[in-house]
């Protein structure tokens, strides 16, 4: 069996190999634009690797029925088991998120790359594919022959790659890639926020996520915004700055802070529950005002602020600053990734028009769908 694998990141590597583990007489060949393998691989969790998440459930994907079918088919601590397998030790944060106990991506790309090596999969770099055709007796690349090709191409975020054409040629519905995993732009002018960070719950549309936001001089981020553009990228985020009490539990704190001080201003009413930063924006319209002067109603829309801060999107950053993108070949034309017109083509990774949220579920997708593949390979 000869085996075109084209893309030498996360899946292309774990698929290849573990093609040549259920069957050392494939003929594996990976090919690769880039002068070496695994160059995304090495740069990811900080440079920690973050390959996956013991929590994995199709709720933190944008198209859940896939992952659904993967986990069904028996493939969720797959991956993990692979890396054990060729003696990665790994170890799980208090987040579920999995990391190598080395705590350094190199290790795992090394690991990876001896591997191939080892197992004597030819591996061609600074390689640009740019055409497959097939008929009945298997497909060419660029004129070589293959029985099975594998395109594991990934997508354009973070680098600056126009549109992968090689995609956009199969005759498989292709969906232009969007940036994902990323901040957004906003209409308001909040040049006062630059540099802020702070904890909030971030509703967006249907979707919430909590976690600590980063202001822009001209929008927002952080991971729990950039979880929010898996799912949306327009639209009015709402924060909620004391997403830990209600507004009945503020009432009842600002109640006992006037009985114990009936003078306290409104700009010590909440000092210390947000960033300074923020209170004073809040405060704005309120100079030097004591609390108990002020209308019920108009003491109810100044809380109210620090719940329901509202920015409206402009756009997101761009694709070169998104850790993934949204898009690549509709996942409807795939079966468990082989593509259901052209059997014998595969489609997986990043390719797919599949984006996890941040805490390793990108990698957990894109090792688990090589593994897949393989598997469905070499049945």
Known sequence: MNI???????????????????????????????????????????????????????SKYLNPFVIDEMLKAGYKNSSQEFFEDLGLFTYADEEGRIYPKSNQAQTVVELLTKAIFYKKINVITNCDINDISFSNDGFLVDGQHFDKVLVCVGSNASVKENELELLKNLTLDYIPFQP???????????????????????RLGRYSAKGEVMFKEDGVSGICVMDLSVFSSNGTLSFDFLDDYSMDMLWMIINRKLKNDPYVHLHNLLFGSVNNKLLGLFNKGFPNVKVSTLDKNVLENYLRQ?????????????ITNAHVAKGGISLEELDLFEAKKIPGLYILGEATNQVGLCGGYNLWYAFTSGLIVADKICK
């Open 180 to 202: 994902a995993l990323v901040g957004f732009k906003v209409n308001e002018d909040i040049k006062e926020l630059f540099g802020v960070r702070a904890s909030a719950t971030v």
């Open 4 to 58: 075109a694998i084209i893309g030498g990141g996360a899946s292309g590597c774990v698929s290849a190999l573990r093609i040549k583990m259920n069957n050392p007489e494939a003929n594996v060949t990976i090919f690769e634009k880039n002068n070496k393998l695994l160059k995304k691989v090495s740069t990811t969790g900080n440079g920690r690797c973050n390959l996956g998440n013991i929590n994995i459930d199709s």
């Open 306 to 318: 620090f719940k329901e801060f509202n920015l409206t999107i402009k756009s997101t950053y761009p």
